[in-house]
């Protein structure tokens, strides 16, 4: 399958992120924008996003960046800082970006930002496995 064409079907067949709202704003292979609203369901008792929600994003990006070069590829390790609170009604993006790719595992970083700021900074290893993506 090519790579472009992974993360739309990733996408479909994810629930979760069906129900985050997450939008796909871009891709190509090792790279991808994702982007989605904070809803009132997804704030914590304090008003503001609740930090699984911009980690959410985050994984969603790593995860589909990591499986288009078409194989599998699965989280083995990930950290987030988060920077910035998120409010009902922010627009957040996460662009997740391939820093090194090698037989048996990739390394990404994602940067999650509001507008121009940047909200929290995620780091993620992925594996690889030998299975092939099809269509």
């Known amino acids: 399958m090519e790579g472009t064409k992974i993360p739309y079907k990733m996408l479909s067949?994810?629930?979760?992120?069906?129900?985050?709202?997450?939008?796909?704003?871009?891709?190509?292979?090792?790279?991808?924008?994702?982007?989605m609203t904070i809803r009132k369901e997804m704030l914590n008792s304090m008003g503001k996003a609740h930090g699984?929600?911009?980690?959410?994003?985050?994984?969603?990006a790593f995860g589909f960046s990591a499986n288009t070069n078409g194989r599998y590829a699965v989280s083995i390790d990930t950290s987030i800082n988060h920077i910035e609170a998120l409010e009902e009604g922010d627009y957040i993006i996460?662009?997740?970006?391939?820093?090194?790719?090698?037989n048996k595992v990739g390394f990404y970083i994602i940067?999650?930002?509001?507008?121009?700021?940047?909200?929290?900074?995620f780091k993620g290893v992925a594996y690889r496995t030998g299975k092939e993506w099809e269509e």
Not at 94 to 102: D, I, Q
Request: one cysteine or more.
């Open 13 to 35: 067949l994810d629930p979760f992120s069906q129900w985050l709202g997450i939008e796909i704003l871009a891709c190509e292979i090792g790279n991808c924008k994702l982007g």
């Open 52 to 60: 699984g929600i911009s980690y959410s994003l985050a994984d969603t």
């Open 94 to 102: 996460a662009t997740a970006t391939l820093e090194s790719l090698k």
């Open 111 to 121: 940067e999650i930002k509001k507008d121009i700021t940047l909200v929290a900074l």
